[in-house]
């Protein structure tokens, strides 16, 4: 099931780009799906992983990266794009 939390952790993974991120609840979940490898305390993950993912964020209707909002005001983040 793809709710918000993991599909952030997705996102982070695809922006990150790196081979080895540290353990978190989210990616632990992305373990337990069969997507990357955990190892100690950090989870590996290959061009293989990385295009699961991808697929998975475009079936779900989620963007592949992350949308930085952080500049944005309150009224601009909550005013609906026309």
Do not use: H
Request: charged letters at 35%; hydrophobic letters at 35%.
């Amino acid at each position: 099931m793809l709710d918000q939390k993991l599909a952030e952790a997705m996102q982070r993974v695809l922006s990150k780009g790196e081979d080895r991120l540290a353990l978190t609840g989210a990616l632990q979940r992305l373990v337990d799906e069969g997507i990357g490898t955990k190892r100690g305390k950090s989870v590996y993950f290959n061009d293989r992983d990385r295009d699961d993912i991808r697929k998975w964020l475009e079936a779900k209707g989620y963007a592949l990266e992350r949308c930085d909002l952080s500049g944005l005001s309150r009224s601009e983040y909550a005013k609906p794009s026309v």
